[in-house]
Each structure stands twice: as structure tokens, then as C-alpha cells.
């Protein structure tokens, strides 16, 4: 009823149009709950004097139903930059935004520009997110820490045995 005059521009009294547009936004918005999708549709009432499109109420949804704990992409891209080595032994902000950076590459993180990084960084998350939001659960697989290695460097004799090893894998 807020966009009754922009509704009825839309769609007229075409129901099989209309019917097309019920069928989309269904099977788009099935995976949110009823009070998500409800209280995205308030939000979007309140901040907007314009009939939404479909990709402008998947985002309020994703808005509204997101989980405590979670940033935005922007900011889970420049946790993700800025943690050290090992990764998956650092104390993250959630699950998501490590396997976010480890799925687009810690490599791409650390040497390509943020304009190029960023998008695919933020796909590979909202991916992620949606995941979330359809009741997935994720964690964090702590990786083995390597030993110590003998701060000695080793001897000529050393190095040309496993020289000599390698050549014999290789024929």
C-alpha cells in the first residue's frame, strides 16, 4: 500500500505479469524467515519513497538477518590483510571472514591492490554470509604449529646427499 501508484505502474492490471514478479521474489526470498523479511520490508518503507527491486530487498533481508559478530566486507577484507602467519591459529572476528580470505587467497591478499582484491574478496564473503544465513555453521580448522627448525645451517655433506637424492627421484 506505501507504493500503491508505482505498484499499479508496474504491473496495471497485467496478472500475469504480476504473477511472474510473485514467483521471482519467492524463490529469492524463500531462504529468509517471515519476520526477516517483514522487518526488511519496514526498513525499506522507512528509508525509501520508492517502489524496491528485488535486489535492493535481498539486501535489506541480508541487513536485517545478519548475525552478531559479523562486518561489513570492507572491513572483513582488511581483517583478513592484516593478520599474521599461521592464519588459521589467529583470533578472528568470525569463522566467515577467514575462510573468506583463505577461498580468495592469502597470496592475492598480501600482493594485489585493493581495487582489484576487494571485489573478490567481498564475493567470496557474501557468499559465505548467505551460507550463514541459511543456518550453516562454520569453524575454523587450527593448523599444527611446524617446530622449531635447528638454527645450525646444515653441512656441505648434508646438502650434497640430499642433492644426489632428489636427482635420483627425478630418473
Not at 511472474?20 to 526498513?43: H, N, P, V, Y
Not at 528485488?54 to 559478530?69: F, Q
Amino acid at each position: 500500500m506505501n507504493y500503491h501508484n508505482q505498484y499499479y505502474s508496474a504491473f496495471g492490471d497485467n496478472t500475469k505479469s504480476e504473477n511472474l514478479a510473485k514467483k521471482l521474489w519467492l524463490a529469492k526470498l524463500e531462504r529468509f524467515s517471515a519476520s526477516t523479511i517483514c522487518d526488511a520490508a519496514e526498513k525499506i518503507i522507512s528509508e525509501s519513497e520508492y517502489l524496491p527491486t528485488l535486489n535492493k530487498m535481498l539486501n535489506a533481508c541480508r541487513h536485517v538477518a545478519m548475525p552478531a559478530g559479523l562486518v561489513s566486507a570492507r572491513k572483513a577484507y582488511q581483517e583478513a590483510c592484516n593478520k599474521t602467519t599461521p592464519k588459521a591459529n589467529q583470533l578472528w572476528s568470525h569463522p566467515v571472514v577467514y575462510l573468506a580470505g583463505r577461498d580468495t587467497g592469502w597470496h592475492m591478499l598480501a600482493h594485489e591492490t585493493e581495487s582489484k582484491a576487494l571485489p573478490a574478496f567481498s564475493d567470496i564473503y557474501q557468499h559465505y554470509i548467505d551460507r550463514l544465513l541459511s543456518g550453516e555453521n562454520f569453524r575454523i580448522e587450527k593448523t599444527a604449529l611446524v617446530p622449531e627448525l635447528s638454527e645450525l645451517p646444515a653441512t656441505k655433506k648434508h646438502n650434497q646427499e640430499k642433492l644426489e637424492d632428489l636427482k635420483k627421484l627425478l630418473t
